[in-house]
């Protein structure tokens, strides 16, 4: 069974930083490419960034480039994402999803997600 | 950037209806195309891919046609379980996008 546990949330002031992480189980994860989507409170889903089987591709939305920065450690079954000059307008659930057949291709499983809060 | 744009935003619909919500892409984008289905409170969960593929576990009520830009996902037989807030994504090309989402409530 697939299992996707978000962890390092929380409040966190604007211009601070955040590390994201994905504890993945079930399946070969260093063949799954991964990404990040976030929810911010009452609203629809947003991409965030996508990483690839190797690590070796990464995506970003324009709203993080330059600010979020995706990774992996497949050894350790791990996706990460690295979250600098944070804002109010990052607050969000985030929830790390695995990708199918090698790619993104729709996605398959979702974990709980984890919200950050972006505040003063 | 792609745009999808679904409709309705928000539907409301009786157990045993037949519900279908659209999702039309700004640009052509093949089969590129899944919807997933998110409760209040819970993640989302992938429903179909390839605009018509069922993900394993899903439901045969739940189907998704479509090709290019316009694109449908149909409920047959509603049942309690099914009044979510429904989103279409494209996966064409980088960056990925959903739609506004569709809530179906209960009427």
């Known amino acids: 069974e697939v299992q996707l546990l978000e962890s390092g949330g929380g409040l966190v002031q604007p211009g601070r930083y955040l590390r994201l992480s994905c504890a993945a189980s079930?399946?070969?994860?260093?063949?799954?490419?991964m990404s990040w989507v976030r929810q911010p409170p009452g609203k629809g889903l947003e991409w965030v960034s996508s990483i690839s089987g190797s690590g070796g591709t990464t995506y970003y939305a324009d709203s993080v480039k330059g600010r979020f920065t995706i990774s992996r450690d497949n050894p350790k079954n791990t996706l990460y994402l690295q979250m600098n000059s944070l804002r109010a307008e990052d607050t969000a659930i985030y929830y790390c999803?695995?990708?199918?057949?090698?790619?993104?291709?729709?996605?398959?499983?979702w974990g709980q997600g984890t919200l950050v809060t972006v505040s003063s | 950037d792609i745009q999808m744009t679904q409709s309705p935003s928000s539907l409301s619909a009786s157990v045993g209806d037949r519900v279908t919500i659209t999702c039309r892409a700004s640009q052509g984008i093949n089969n590129y195309l899944a919807w997933f289905q998110q409760k209040p409170g819970k993640a989302p969960k992938s429903l179909i891919y390839a605009a018509s593929s069922l993900q394993s576990g899903v439901p045969s009520k739940f189907s998704g046609s479509g090709s290019g830009t316009d694109f449908t996902l149909t409920i047959t037989s509603l049942q309690p379980e099914d009044f979510a807030t429904y989103y279409c994504q494209q996966y064409n090309s980088y960056p990925l996008t959903f739609g506004g989402g569709t809530k179906v409530e209960t009427k």
């Open positions: 079930g399946f070969t994860f260093s063949s799954s490419a």
């Open positions: 999803a695995k990708g199918r057949d090698g790619g993104w291709n729709g996605g398959d499983s």
